[in-house]
Structure formats: structure tokens, C-alpha cells
């Protein structure tokens, strides 16, 4: 039995030191920590306010020291990264800064004759690429892609491993985390690694009470914010005692560096033990949809409607302002719903993140839902009716009309903009 | 020819109607309807299906909870699936999800022999879409998540479905038993009947609790589980922007231009 210390937890409080009958704790940077005096008695478990003390066998407590760097699951699809891959390789560089000069970010790269996109993921900001090659591992699998990964992470024991929160993400890492029996938090959408940075974040972006949060805390457990409740609550989830800690992060969300052409970095081909028997699903095809690929999350500029359209012929405005202004057409959940518009179009929780330069929501009443998925645009311009519709509230600009008579308006004014700005400067 | 069917459900607060309180930033759920999980419940109408066709086919449906999602399991029954399952107990209180698959395969396994595992992809209070794949990890299954079409063959085995991608869809083969992750794409879940509201009552509802399942405390529970709710809070509101006002559409429209111009948007 052992008295362990779980540091994201501890809150330096004190009272266990004192509480101690042997003298066993002191404080150090802000921490607890238990000396050589500790005879495992237990009395400082209960005494934690914060419940950050507890009592491990032996056998149970993770040499969390064990485990360094950060990996990136770099998701190919047919020979191509996914934009997330290369969002999480800028995210994780960022990171593995914070937690100290020789942490490196590695690129995890699984397929088939795909070394080739090593040289991508070191331009992006990648330290090291693990290239994982075998025919068998040319296509997704649940079963392939578990095993090898988990074997990988058993010989090298990564810190963090982040993978997007993609289709094939979200079926991969929670089989990766349960078989490695540790955390895994869904769709961040927010990571830190040093409470100061975390702090930093809250106060811009939160209603946070940060008074209880010291700067200089030197513990650097990751912190995973993200989405709750249909985005009406934010959680920040902490793996305070198992490695590695584990997050899948919604596409759109991180920013990729400024590619480095000719970034080189440390090559590991990583032999895969796998058998066609340990694949228990086949695939028979992979079908691209006839429909157009929408691509929410690289448009500069998203036309959205909502339930104010009216039926699917009132998309037909939305589109040629999008046509217009060289955007994206958008949906709020309300018309995927009823079937006015693909899937592939909605904005939101249960939809894409989006942070496009403009964001047009015509005749969206702003659920939180839809809130949770674009309030991070740069411009949003919001045309509804209803003066009181909650989009208002995160609108740069709004007008409250009928999008039907606003938008041709728009349309009809687009290209005399410049010409409009200098009037108004004079 | 008859199948054994379980679909994992979970009863959950309707989080369309949530509201936040403005001035303590705490979720008001007074009034909030508890509803079976959207997901859940096309995960249970593909198993009605396959029971329309084969009519002795079992389904029970698991769910963990507090006592009153028993409320959601007799809604299961009254739509035509065979037997509830609830394990609710105060030790599994908090589990995050690899604390609750812990949970939920011990009480699979408790329930024995089964073809297949229908279950919702994600909840909508949580969204994790994370149960579902450790289920299936702990219970050494192979899975297939995001289910939008799904067939099986005459000879009870060869399962084929269509998997969503983002862009499109994969086809992909399977064999039973198997997890199977639903997505409202699969089925129009159907209602419940008047006959099936009365048959409901006589159909077996099991509530069990964790001893029942001989569940290991050391694997559930919120001091079991490897994530812990750091802080939490609510989204700050952005700032507010201005409402552009004109005596006529094209007044506004230009106004709006001006705008984007000179915050160098366009």
C-alpha cells in the first residue's frame, strides 16, 4: 500500500500536512508531498478537503514519469491527412512546449505506402513521425488500428495521444483508451497543459472563477475543455492518475502552424504485429457521396439558414448569397431535421465546429446548440425577424427584417462595397 | 429462427429545453423532461425490425440509472422489446465512460448469451459516443459505429452495413455477435401502441444493483474512474454587436457592407 498525491487536485491547502501523526508531509511548489516518514495510517485521506490524497496498492499507482511526448493520430484517408491531422500536429507542438523543452510532438501515421506523408507532418510542426506500415492496415479498421496503436503505446509510452474527433477518431480512441484502461475526454475543443495558460483562457472566454487557480501550479496534466449538455455547460476533465491521458479534438476547432517546406524530423518505422485474423471486420467498399462535399470548416464565408427559410425552396436565396460572396451554404439542426437539407450542412453540437471569417445565420433563432458550433467566427451577421431571437446576442451585426427582402439586397450591393466604404469615410 | 437482442439505452434530460440560469450559471432542470436517448431509440427500432421479421426474437434492453429510468425501459417495452434491465446503484454513481462500460459489461454478461448489441452512438447530454466502442472493447467484440444501413443474412451470421463517413459511407461485413452503433439515418423509430402501453406492464422489468452483477467496485464508480470533472462552467456571452437599422432593406444592406469593409472581412 502506498499514500499517493494526485497533483492536479491538490490545492495546497495544507491540512494534511499538519493532520499527519509522523510528520510525513511537506509542501513543495504549492504541493503535497509525502516523505519517507509515511507509514500508509491513512489519516491524511480523509482529512483532504479536495479528496487529493489516496490510497493505491501498490500494484495499482501508474509510474505516470514513465510516459513522455505527445502523439498525434495522424488520420490518412485514401493516401490523404485529414485537415484535423494537421490542426492536432500544431496543437500538440504548442503543447509539448508547455510542458518542457525536450517533450516532442510525434505523428503517428498508419497505412499503406503512405511514408510519403511524413515530410507533411514535419512541415506542419511534427518533432518525430512513427510510420505504421502493413497492407492489412491500408484502410480503417476498429480492430487493425486498435491493435497496433495500443501495441505501439505499450513500447513507447506517449504522455498524451490526441486524435480528431472525426468519424474514424470517435470509433478508434475509445477502444485505444479502454484497453489501455485509461481516460478519454470527447471532442475538446480547448487543451492546456500549464494552469497559467488554462487561466488565460478562462478569463477570456469563460464566467470561470479563476481566484482558486494559482499561475504558477507545476503540474502539467492536461486540461480538456469541452462541451456539455448540448454546449450549455463547459467541462475541463483532468486523467490525474492513469497514462496516457487520451482526447479526441473537433476538426475546425486548433490552427495549424505556418507550414515549414523542407522540415525534416525523427523517423521511427514501427514493425506492426498483425494477422488477417485479428481483423474481424471487412471492408467491401468506400463510397464517396454523389452529393457535393460540403466543406464547412475550411470557408472563409458560411451562409446559414435556419427554420426562418421556411421549406427546402427557401435554401435557394441562401445559396446564391453564398454563390455570391464565394461561401458555403450552412444549416441550423432544425432544417436537417426536417429534411429541408443534407446532414453534411449542419452547424452546431451535434453538427460541424465553424469559425469562418463571416458567418451569415438568416432566419436562425441561435439554440444554444447552434451557438456551441460558430460563436467563434470572426464577423457574424444575424437576419431575423424576431428582434428578441437569441442570435442577436452574438451578432457583430444584425438585422431584424425578412431575410427574403434583406438578402437580395445584399446580393445586389455585394460588389459595390468598396465604393460604399470610401462614401462613408468622406 | 429467433434472435437474442440486446440494446443498450439511456434515459436522458432533454437537452434542447435545458436553460441556464443567467445569474448562478447553473443548468435549471426543473421542468426539463427526461426522454430515451434519440440515438437509443433508433438502436432500438432496428431491433424491432429484425424482430417484425423474425417474431421470436428476444430484445432486452440495458440501461444504467437511477431508479426512475425505469420509466424509459417501459417505454422500450410498450414499443415491442421483450424485457427491461436497469442496474442502478449508488456505487456506479459518477462512473465516467470507462467506469460505466465496466458497469454495463457485467451486467451484459449477467444476461447471457446474445446475437447482438444494438446500441445509440452517443447520448445527448454527454455526447461522448464513447460507451458503445468500450462496451464492445471489454466484451471482445468487434464493433461497427455510426450504422446507417444495416442487413442480416438469412443464416443468422453475416451481418452487412453501411457505415456514415463524412463524406460518404463505407460498406462494411461483420459476423455475429457484434456491436452495432445507431445513428437516426438507420430508422424512423416508431410509437408506441395503446396495446403495447398495456402490454408493457406484464413484460419482466429487472432492476439490479451492482452486487447483483458482480461488478468489481474497484472498476466503477466517480473515485474509480481515470477522468475527473477539473472545473466547470458556463460559455462567457460574446460581446454584443450592433443592430443595423434604415427606412429600407437596401439602407441596411449598405450599411451592413460598410461594416464588413472596414473590419477588413471582405
Known amino acids: ?106 505523428a503517428v501515421l498508419i497505412g499503406d505506402g503512405i511514408k510519403n506523408l511524413a515530410d507533411e507532418c514535419y512541415a506542419y510542426g511534427a518533432d518525430g513521425v512513427i510510420l505504421i506500415e502493413d497492407p492489412l492496415l491500408k484502410n480503417f479498421t476498429t480492430d487493425g488500428y486498435t491493435k497496433v496503436i495500443y501495441d505501439a503505446i505499450q513500447e513507447f509510452k506517449p504522455e498524451i495521444v490526441l486524435y480528431g474527433a472525426t468519424h474514424i477518431g470517435r470509433d478508434l480512441a475509445p477502444r485505444i483508451a479502454a484497453r489501455c484502461n485509461t481516460g478519454l475526454t470527447a471532442d475538446c475543443t480547448r487543451l492546456d497543459v500549464k494552469v497559467s495558460s488554462y487561466i488565460d483562457f478562462a478569463k477570456k472566454n469563460t464566467t470561470l472563477d479563476t481566484s482558486t487557480l494559482d499561475p504558477n501550479d507545476p503540474s502539467t496534466g492536461i486540461k480538456q475543455t469541452r462541451p456539455a449538455f448540448g454546449g450549455n455547460l463547459m467541462a475541463t476533465i483532468i486523467c490525474p492518475r492513469t497514462r496516457p491521458q487520451m482526447s479526441t479534438v473537433r476538426p475546425g476547432v486548433m490552427s495549424k502552424r505556418e507550414p515549414v517546406q523542407g522540415a525534416t524530423g525523427e523517423l521511427i518505422e514501427y514493425k506492426p504485429a498483425i494477422a488477417d485474423a485479428d481483423i474481424r471486420t471487412k471492408v ?37 448569397l453564398a454563390d455570391k460572396v464565394g461561401g458555403v451554404v450552412g444549416s441550423s439542426r432544425a432544417c436537417v431535421d426536417n429534411g429541408w437539407i443534407d446532414h453534411s450542412h449542419q452547424v452546431g453540437q451535434t453538427g460541424t465546429t465553424v469559425k469562418p471569417k463571416i458567418y451569415f445565420a438568416c432566419g436562425i433563432s441561435g439554440a444554444i446548440q447552434h451557438l456551441a458550433g460558430m460563436q467563434n467566427s470572426d464577423i457574424i451577421v444575424a437576419i431575423n425577424k424576431d428582434p428578441d431571437a437569441p442570435i442577436f446576442e452574438v451578432a457583430d451585426y444584425g438585422i431584424v427584417g425578412d431575410l427574403f427582402k434583406v438578402i437580395p439586397e445584399i446580393i445586389a450591393e455585394w460588389d459595390n462595397a468598396e465604393a460604399l466604404f470610401e462614401a462613408s469615410e468622406k | 429462427m429467433a434472435f437474442k437482442i440486446i440494446v443498450c439505452a439511456k434515459q436522458v434530460p432533454d437537452t434542447n429545453v435545458i436553460k441556464i440560469n443567467p445569474k448562478t450559471g447553473t443548468l435549471i432542470r426543473d421542468g426539463v423532461p427526461s426522454i430515451l ?21 428476444h430484445i432486452t434492453v440495458v440501461s444504467m440509472g437511477p431508479p426512475q429510468a425505469t420509466d424509459m425501459l417501459m ?59 468500450q462496451i464492445a472493447e471489454k466484451l471482445g467484440l468487434p464493433q461497427i459505429t455510426y450504422v446507417e444501413e444495416f442487413e442480416i443474412a438469412d443464416n ?52 439490479w444493483s451492482a452486487k447483483d452483477v458482480e461488478v468489481d467496485l474497484k472498476k466503477v464508480g466517480l473515485e474509480a474512474s481515470p477522468t475527473n470533472v477539473f472545473r466547470s462552467f458556463t460559455p462567457a456571452p460574446k460581446g454584443k454587436g450592433v443592430v443595423l437599422e434604415g427606412d429600407t432593406e437596401k439602407d441596411v444592406a449598405k450599411k451592413l457592407l460598410v461594416g464588413l469593409k472596414s473590419k477588413h472581412v471582405i
Open chain 2, 75 to 133: 417505454e422500450c417495452l410498450a414499443k415491442g422489446a421483450d424485457e427491461g434491465v436497469l442496474l442502478s446503484d449508488r456505487a456506479v454513481g459518477g462512473s465516467d465512460t470507462w467506469a460505466t462500460s465496466n458497469a454495463l459489461e457485467a451486467t451484459i454478461r449477467k444476461i447471457g448469451d446474445y446475437d447482438m448489441i444494438f446500441a445509440g452512438r452517443q447520448a445527448i447530454d454527454g455526447d461522448t459516443a464513447q460507451v458503445g466502442p
Open chain 1, 1 to 106: 500500500m502506498a499514500i499517493q498525491v494526485i497533483k492536479d487536485k491538490c490545492v495546497g491547502c495544507g491540512a494534511c500536512v499538519g493532520a499527519c501523526p509522523f510528520s510525513a508531509i511537506t509542501m513543495k511548489d504549492g504541493k503535497a508531498e509525502i516523505g519517507s516518514a509515511c507509514t500508509a495510517c491513512s489519516v491524511c485521506v480523509a482529512k483532504c478537503p479536495v479528496q487529493a490524497i489516496e490510497k493505491t496498492a501498490d500494484d495499482d499507482v501508474v509510474d505516470l514519469s514513465a510516459y513522455k511526448h505527445i502523439w498525434v493520430f495522424a488520420e490518412q484517408r485514401n493516401g490523404k491527412l485529414m485537415n484535423v491531422a494537421l490542426e492536432l500536429i500544431g496543437e500538440g507542438h504548442r503543447l509539448a512546449r508547455e510542458i518542457s523543452d525536450d517533450t516532442k510532438v510525434y
Open chain 1, 284 to 320: 467491401v467498399e468506400i463510397v464517396k457521396s454523389a452529393k457535393e462535399l460540403v466543406s464547412l470548416t475550411d470557408a472563409d464565408i458560411i451562409v446559414s439558414g435556419g427554420r426562418g427559410v421556411g421549406g427546402p425552396e427557401g435554401f435557394d436565396i441562401i445559396k446564391q
Open chain 2, 37 to 57: 436517448n434519440h440515438d437509443d431509440a433508433n438502436a432500438l427500432e432496428e431491433a424491432l425490425k429484425i424482430k417484425d421479421k423474425y417474431p421470436d426474437t
Open chain 2, 156 to 207: 443468422m451470421k453475416d451481418i452487412t452495413v453501411k457505415r456514415q463517413l463524412e463524406d460518404g459511407y463505407e460498406v462494411i461485413k461483420v459476423q455475429t455477435p457484434c456491436m452495432l452503433t445507431c445513428i437516426k439515418e438507420l430508422n424512423e423509430p416508431r410509437y408506441m401502441s395503446i396495446g403495447g402501453i398495456f402490454d408493457a406492464k406484464n413484460k419482466p422489468m429487472k432492476v
